[in-house]
């Protein structure tokens, strides 16, 4: 069975690239960007996620490879 996490594949020059984005962009305030790291995941900011969209956009990425 697959299991598709949360998100969109994007292609970055040529490499796809899974995020899952929330919230909307706001004037004067910044996308924050949380990367899973070593052997992390963008799942690994779930929890962090929805608080961070209340104020700005926030997008979770997990590096290709």
Do not use: C, K, N
């Not at 292609?11 to 796809?16: F, I, L, P, Q, Y």
Request: no cysteine; charged share 20%; hydrophobic share 35%.
């Amino acid at each position: 069975r697959d299991i598709t996490p949360p998100g969109t594949l994007v292609d970055v020059d040529g490499v796809e690239m899974h995020l899952h984005s929330s919230g909307d962009p706001r004037p004067a305030t910044p996308t924050v960007i949380f990367d899973g790291g070593l052997s992390g995941s963008s799942l690994d900011w779930a929890r962090v996620l929805p608080g961070v969209a209340a104020r700005t956009q926030a997008v979770a990425i997990d590096r290709p490879g």
